[in-house]
């Protein structure tokens, strides 16, 4: 009897026994089914992300930017700290973009906050432009152009990362809804601080850069307003024994060199065209490459025609008509200069930095500005509201005048010292 209960109680034993090891044997089969998947997963992983750096010339980028000791290493950004940087690139981070891709904005693991570009498309003419602008923003450190703290390789399109610079573009500035715009002495610094940047670039660097797409939205402004000329993926080295170079034209329409487009033959005249251009832009407010006068001239020969006739007063932004006076004049005639048709008529960077400086450090500039502090302090938004300029006459007196007779009377008579024959 106890040998026929005992049957049954081992049957039943063994399969338990039997299930507990099909159940183990399950479990580890499942684990070590996920590990291997992990580790195939990593290593795919691994092996598309050395696919893409090598797709995005990284070790071509290495040697760029390595001409400076130990900058490869510290401008290298892993995709995965650009991940935490922006929270998986959260749509709610997004700061900019267009057509070629997104421009998030995030805190790197240094506390730097930052700008990152992110394209969409793969194009090799983008990833061209890419390596470009970091062999060359590699080596520039200037104020007024923006920094770059570094790329990332590791995803089909190569990003860039720079500084976050807070206010927008230029552009953003001067085509606002509404009659108040920049300042005139907001403009009049602008304009310096980019001939400043340009210069640099021209004559400064060990190898010259021509930046190639000089236009409005390019010219970022941060917190107090201060330049960041910005977007080098078409700048283009010239090397110092050569006087240009020719290379398809590229740029944006109407800030173009049309000599440059014509010919295909980049100088760093063109630069100074598509500068004059932005200095046109500053002092009328209206768009170049959409601008029409009555007779179906663009902006630029509008402007050199009314400014020969002198009647610059029927295109000019009336506030800086209520805030220049005669320093409206000096920068138009700088301003046409620039746009000349032959380049060997125009002023080099460097000349029209010192014009623009000259400018600025007028005795009529300066009074300007101090003038402008005792109106803020009495309440008034100066530049916005006051019509009026104080100038000195005589010692210990002053004389008004109204800034749009001012501007008659110097249009009558164009100052043109320091321009002639450039």
């Known amino acids: 009897m106890n040998g026929c209960k005992g049957g049954p109680v081992t049957l039943k034993g063994i399969s338990v026994i039997v299930g507990l090891s099909c159940g183990a044997g399950l479990m580890i089969w499942v684990l070590t089914s ?8 990593h290593r795919r992983t691994l092996m598309l992300k050395q696919k893409f750096i090598e797709q995005n010339h990284g070790q071509l980028l290495e040697q760029l930017v390595s001409q400076r000791t130990g900058i490869a290493e510290q401008m290298i950004i892993t995709l995965e700290e650009l991940n935490k940087a922006t929270r998986n690139f959260d749509k709610d981070l997004v700061v900019g973009g267009g057509g070629h891709g997104t421009v998030y ?9 930052v700008a990152i570009k992110k394209p969409k498309k793969v194009l090799s003419r983008e990833i061209d432009e890419f390596i470009n602008e970091v062999a ?13 703290y570094g790329f990332c390789l590791e995803t089909e399109v190569p990003m860039l990362v720079y500084e976050f610079i807070s206010n927008g573009t230029l552009y953003d500035y001067l085509h606002v809804e509404g009659p108040i715009s920049l300042s005139w002495n907001n403009r009049l610094r602008i304009a310096t601080e980019t001939a400043k940047s340009l210069a640099y670039l021209h004559t400064t660097v060990a190898v010259p850069i021509i930046h190639r797409d000089v236009k409005s939205a390019n010219i970022l402004l941060d ?5 960041k000329v910005a977007d080098f993926g078409a700048s283009r080295y010239i090397p110092m024994e050569k006087s240009g170079l020719t290379t398809r034209a590229q740029g944006t329409r109407g800030y173009w060199d049309p000599m440059y487009f014509y010919t295909g033959r980049l100088t760093a005249k063109s630069d100074v065209y598509s500068s004059g251009v932005v200095l046109v832009e500053l002092l009328t407010r209206k768009k170049p490459f959409s601008y029409s ?4 001239e663009g902006l630029v020969v509008h402007f050199v025609t009314l400014f020969l006739e002198g009647n610059l007063l029927q295109i000019l932004d009336p506030q800086v008509i209520e805030e220049g006076g005669k320093e409206v004049q000096e920068v138009a005639a700088i301003a046409t200069a620039c746009v000349k048709l032959s380049g060997e008529d125009r ?3 460097r000349q029209v930095e010192l014009m623009l400086e000259g400018i600025c450090a007028s005795e009529e500039h300066i009074l300007d500005k101090v003038v402008a502090k005792k109106v803020y302090k009495n309440g008034i938004e100066v530049g916005v509201q006051s019509n009026k300029l ?3 006459v005589n010692e210990g007196s002053t004389r008004r005048y109204s800034m749009e007779e001012e501007f008659i009377l110097s249009a009558s008579y164009p100052r043109q010292s320091g321009l ?3």
Do not use: A
């Open 34 to 41: 996920l590990f291997v998947s992990k580790k195939l997963k």
């Open 105 to 113: 904005k995030g805190i790197l693991s240094n506390q730097h906050i």
């Open 136 to 148: 060359i923003l590699s080596q520039i450190n200037h104020k007024n152009v923006l920094k770059l």
């Open 223 to 227: 917190d107090t307003l201060t330049v």
């Open 293 to 296: 006068s009555s007779d179906d």
């Open 347 to 349: 002023p080099t960077m």
């Open 390 to 392: 104080v100038r000195k």
């Open 420 to 422: 002639q024959g450039t």
